[in-house]
Every structure is written in C-alpha cells, then in structure tokens.
C-alpha cells in the first residue's frame, strides 16, 4: 500500500515525458531550421574558462552539505 502513492505519480508525471520521446515530426522540423540557416556566419561565443578552485569550493561545499544533512536525518530518526 505505501508503495501505491509514489507509483501513481511516477504514472502521472511519465505522461508528458512519454509524448516528447514519441514525438516524430522533431526530425523534420531540425532538418528544416538547419537548412535556413546553414549559410550564416554566426559563431557562438566561447565559454568562459572557469577556474578549477572555485568548482572544488562547491563541489566541497555541496559534499559537506551532504554529509550535514544524512547526519541530521540519522540523528533524528525514531529509534525502532
């Protein structure tokens, strides 16, 4: 039963996944889009090199976070 709830909204919210994935005119209409505007001389800008740092900072940061918040849910689970 307590399994009943979290598959009826798996259901529920599959739908519209299911209808993009089947959706077949997508080919068509890349197709198209890319034939108008082969021709053009537009080239998208180069990202940013971003340093490596600052992403080992937050990558830190969301680890300890983590980590904080299965401490805090272990902590302050009822004992059986």
Same mark, same amino acid.
């Given at each position: 039963? @307590?399994?009943?709830?979290?598959? /009826? /909204?798996? %259901?529920?919210?599959? =739908?519209?996944? $299911?209808?993009?994935?089947?959706?077949?005119?997508?080919?068509?209409?890349?197709?198209?889009? @890319?034939?108008?505007? #082969?021709?053009? #001389?537009?080239?998208?800008? #180069?990202?940013?090199? /971003?340093?490596?740092?600052?992403?080992?900072?937050?990558?830190?940061?969301? =680890?300890?976070?983590? %980590?904080? =918040? /299965?401490?805090? %849910? $272990? @902590?302050? @689970?009822? #004992?059986?």
């Amino acid at each position: 039963m @307590r399994h009943l709830l979290p598959f /009826a /909204a798996l %259901l529920a919210l599959s =739908g519209p996944a $299911l209808a993009c994935i089947n959706y077949t005119e997508s080919v068509n209409h890349e197709r198209e889009f @890319r034939s108008q505007y #082969q021709d053009s #001389q537009y080239t998208p800008p #180069q990202p940013d090199q /971003a340093s490596s740092r600052s992403s080992y900072v937050i990558a830190g940061a969301g =680890g300890l976070m983590a %980590l904080a =918040g /299965a401490f805090v %849910l $272990l @902590r302050n @689970r009822p #004992q059986i």
